[in-house]
C-alpha cells in the first residue's frame, strides 16, 4: 500500500523543528472551486491581519467540476497547499470554507461556512446525486454533528433556510457581506476605475454580468455582447462582460474567447475573474445581468439595471427572485441603444433599495462580525478592539482589444455650405450582429452616407480591401513621411476614396484619390484621424466645399469644431 504524502511545514507531527512561525491554533481553508476559494482569499488577509497566533493552510479538494485553476490561484496568492486527504492530518483547529459541498472528515473541529454569493438563492445540481439542492447549505450529517456554522447577510436568510433545512436551526452566524461593504467603501471611485479600465472620459460603461448555467446571460445568449456593441455608438459607449468564474473553469479560456471574439474584436473588455470584477462593477453606469449574485450587488449600488436573462432557479422569496420581478427586461430584438438610455435615464439610484436592505443586514459591519466569529470558533481573542481595516478595491488593468475597423454613419446640415457633420461609429467586427437593431437613421438618404473605415493595422484582408477611408495606425513623424503613407495607401488599395493620417505635429491630413490633401484642425487632439476623415468624406460625398471651412463635428457627446483646408501641392506631387 503507498504510503501518504507526508505533511511539510507549517503542519504536521515533526513541523516545530522546522517551522519559523510558532502558531497556537491551525486555520485549514478548504479551497474546492475557483468562486468559493477567491471568497476566502478576498475577506481572510483583514481578519488575520499581524496575528502570529494562527497558522493558515490551504486545503486542495479536487472533486468539484470546477476545481480546474484552483491550484493556480492558490500559488500565485502564495498559499501553503496541502491535498485534502491530509486535513485530519494537520488537527485543524477550524475549518473555513465557501463550498457547502465539502467532505469533511471525522474530528470535533467547527467549520465555518462563508457564502460565495448571496445568501440562498438559486438551485443548483447536486454532485452527489441526480438532483439538484439549494445553493450555500452543507449535508444535512454535518449539520447533525453539530460542527457546521452557516454565515448569513440578512436574519431573513435564516427564516428561509429552516423552512427547507430544519436541522440549521441554531447553526447560522449573523455576519453581513464582506464583499459588499467594499463594493460600498469604493463606490465614490467610479470614475477613477472607469479611467484605468481605459474608458474614455464622457463614454458611459455597459456591464454585462454573467452567472453560470444554460439559464445565464452568455449560456442563453452568448451573442448578446456582440449586439449590444452592434447597437451602441463606440463614441459614446464601452462593454465589459464579467463572467462567472464556474464558466472559466469548466470551459476554460480558450473557449470563452473563441465565443466571444467577434465582441472581442469590436472592443468588448473580457474582466478577469478572479478579483477585478468588484472594481469593474463599481465603475459601471450600467449592469445588463441576469439572476446572478453580481447582478444583484450591481442593483445594491444602485447601478441601472437590465435583465437580459433569469433563470427558473432562482428561489421564492430571496433578494434575487425580488430582483427578478422588479427589474425590466431587456428586448434584445428591440431598440437595445434606447432600452439602455433610458435605463441610464430613467431608473432612480434608489429603486432597488429595499431588495438591498432585505439581502444585507448593516452594512460596513461585516469584517468586524466576521472576525468575531471567526476567532470565537478558534477559542482565542481577538488581536485588537479596532474593526478591521476599510480598504478601497484596487484599481483595475486596462483591458479591451483596440478597435481597427468601424463602420462610420455621417450626416451633413443640409445647407449650401455646411456646418455641421455628426458622426456615429459601431465597430466593424459586429456589424452581421447589428441587424435587429438598425434602423432608418443608418440608411443612405440625402446628405446621410455610410462607410466603412480601417485602420491599417486591422488584421481582417477584406475589411482593408473594402474600407473606403484608411487610417494610419501610428502618428506619423513629419508631414513629408505622412504625404508618402498617403501616396502609398491609395496605390495599395485602388478601392479606398481617402487615406488620413495625424502627424506627430498635430491635425491631421486626408489624402483624395485625386491628389488633393485636405488638412483638418480640430480643437481637441485627436486620438485617431477617424473622425476628421469622417468630416472630410461626408463633405466630399455631399459635394461640399473642402477648403476654407469650418465646421462643428458632433461625435457621441461632444462637439468639436474642425477646420478644412486644401494643401498646396507638393514639388514632385502634382497639381491638384
Known amino acids: 500500500m503507498r504510503a501518504s504524502q507526508p505533511l511539510r511545514v507549517p503542519v504536521g507531527a515533526d513541523a516545530g523543528r522546522w517551522s519559523t512561525f510558532h502558531g497556537e491554533k491551525t486555520l485549514v481553508v478548504a479551497a474546492r472551486t475557483v468562486t468559493s476559494t477567491v471568497r476566502v482569499l478576498e475577506c481572510l488577509p483583514a481578519l488575520l491581519r499581524g496575528d502570529a497566533r494562527v497558522t493558515v493552510v490551504f486545503a486542495h479538494d479536487s472533486t468539484s467540476a470546477f476545481s480546474d485553476g484552483v491550484l493556480e490561484l492558490l500559488h500565485d496568492a502564495g498559499c501553503r497547499i496541502i491535498p485534502w486527504a491530509q486535513v485530519r492530518q494537520a488537527e485543524p483547529d477550524l475549518i473555513l470554507t465557501a463550498s457547502e459541498n465539502i467532505d469533511v472528515p471525522e474530528g470535533h473541529c467547527p467549520v465555518l461556512v462563508l457564502p460565495h454569493g448571496i445568501g440562498f438563492q438559486k438551485q443548483v445540481p447536486d454532485s452527489r446525486g441526480p438532483r439538484d ?30 423552512s427547507s433545512h430544519p436541522k440549521a436551526a441554531g447553526r447560522t452566524l449573523l455576519v453581513g457581506d464582506p464583499c459588499y461593504d467594499e463594493l460600498l467603501v469604493s463606490a465614490g471611485r467610479a470614475d477613477a476605475y472607469r479611467q484605468a479600465l481605459g474608458v474614455p472620459a464622457g463614454h458611459r460603461l455597459v456591464v454585462l454580468s454573467s452567472t453560470w448555467g444554460r439559464t445565464s446571460l452568455i449560456g442563453q445568449d452568448p451573442d448578446l455582447a456582440a449586439r449590444i456593441l452592434a447597437a451602441l455608438p463606440y463614441d459614446e459607449f464601452r462593454v465589459a462582460a464579467i463572467v462567472h468564474p464556474n464558466v472559466w473553469s469548466g470551459h476554460g479560456s480558450w473557449q ?14 473580457l474582466i478577469p475573474h478572479i478579483h477585478a470584477w468588484r472594481p469593474a462593477l463599481v465603475a459601471a453606469d450600467v449592469v445588463v445581468g441576469d439572476h446572478g449574485s453580481v447582478t444583484l450587488y450591481g442593483a445594491a449600488l444602485g447601478k441601472p439595471v437590465l435583465l437580459g436573462a433569469f433563470g427558473s432557479e432562482a428561489v421564492d422569496g430571496t433578494a434575487a427572485a425580488g430582483l427578478g420581478r422588479a427589474a425590466p427586461r ?7 441603444r434606447e432600452q439602455i438610455t ?7 439610484p434608489d429603486r432597488f433599495a429595499a431588495i438591498a436592505a432585505g439581502a444585507f443586514d448593516r452594512p460596513g459591519q461585516a469584517l468586524a462580525r466576521l472576525r468575531t466569529a471567526l476567532y470565537h470558533l478558534l477559542d482565542l481573542t481577538e488581536p485588537m478592539p479596532a474593526p478591521p481595516p476599510a480598504l478601497y478595491l484596487g484599481e483595475p488593468e486596462a483591458a479591451g482589444a483596440e478597435v481597427t475597423a468601424w463602420t462610420v454613419i455621417s450626416s451633413v446640415s443640409p445647407r449650401a455650405e455646411p456646418d455641421t457633420v455628426t458622426v456615429r461609429r459601431r465597430p466593424a467586427a459586429v456589424a452581421p450582429y447589428g441587424g435587429v437593431n438598425r434602423n432608418a437613421e443608418e440608411d443612405e438618404t440625402v446628405g446621410r452616407f455610410r462607410h466603412l473605415a480601417c485602420d491599417e493595422r486591422e488584421r481582417d484582408r477584406r475589411l482593408v480591401e473594402s474600407a473606403s477611408v484608411l487610417l494610419c495606425g501610428a502618428p506619423a513623424p513629419s508631414s513629408t513621411a505622412a504625404l508618402r503613407w498617403i501616396d502609398d495607401a491609395l496605390a495599395r488599395l485602388p478601392g479606398c476614396r481617402l487615406a488620413a493620417t495625424a502627424p506627430s505635429g498635430g491635425g491631421c491630413l486626408v489624402g483624395l484619390r485625386d491628389g488633393r490633401i485636405v488638412e483638418a484642425s480640430t480643437t481637441g487632439t485627436p486620438a485617431d484621424p477617424g473622425p476628421a476623415a469622417a468630416v472630410v468624406y461626408s463633405l466630399l460625398r455631399a459635394a461640399a466645399p473642402l477648403d476654407g ?13 474642425v477646420s478644412l483646408r486644401l494643401r498646396a501641392p507638393s514639388p514632385g506631387r502634382g497639381a491638384d
Not at 445553493?135 to 457546521?148: C, F, I, Q, T, Y
Not at 431587456?330 to 437595445?336: E, I, K, M, Y
Not at 471651412?549 to 469644431?561: C, Q, W, Y
Request: net charge negative; aromatic share 2%; glycine share 8%.
Open 330 to 336: 431587456l428586448n434584445a430584438l428591440g431598440d437595445v
Open 256 to 269: 470563452i474567447r473563441t465565443l466571444l471574439a467577434p465582441a472581442l474584436e469590436a472592443g468588448l473588455m
Open 549 to 561: 471651412v469650418l465646421v462643428t463635428l458632433r461625435i457621441g457627446a461632444r462637439d468639436e469644431d
Open 133 to 162: 439542492r439549494l445553493s450555500g447549505v452543507v449535508p444535512d450529517s454535518l449539520l447533525e454533528s453539530g460542527r457546521a456554522w452557516l454565515a448569513i447577510s440578512h436574519p431573513s436568510q435564516e427564516e428561509q433556510l429552516l
Open 342 to 348: 433610458s435605463a441610464l435615464a430613467g431608473q432612480a
